[in-house]
Nanobody, 122 residues
């Protein structure tokens, strides 16, 4: 059974950095991250293809967040720099057989982790 397990959330000051990790078991798919802020809908953040050659970012995080993956460890990483209070949200690791599926805010990716809280203080 496919499972996604996130680690690395926490509290950081504005302008600081955090790194999230997500380890997958039972699947090798395109992966990425969604987030949900209080009172808001879940939104796409970033996606990475199986090979790691293709990446896609939401405009709100371009230039600040970087996704990477280590297929030997079945793990993806999200390096978040220059963080802002509006980055505060629960971050969910996601996976889907199709890279476009990872990005879909309508149908949603097929697999979801349990989420990890990221809080950016001003």
């Amino acid at each position: 059974q496919a499972q996604l397990r996130e680690t690395g959330g926490g509290l950081v000051q504005a302008g600081g950095s955090l790194r999230l990790s997500c380890t997958a078991s039972g699947l090798t798919f395109s992966m990425g991250w969604f987030r949900q802020a209080p009172g808001k809908e879940r939104e796409f953040v970033v996606a990475i293809s199986v090979s790691g050659a293709s990446t896609y970012y939401a405009d709100s995080v371009k230039g600040r967040f970087t996704i990477s993956r280590d297929n030997a460890k079945n793990t993806i990483y999200l390096q978040m720099n220059s963080m802002k209070p509006e980055d505060t949200a629960v971050y969910y690791c996601v996976a889907d057989p199709n890279i476009m599926g990872v990005q879909s805010e309508t149908s949603g990716p097929r697999y979801w982790g349990q989420g990890t809280q990221v809080t950016v203080s001003s």
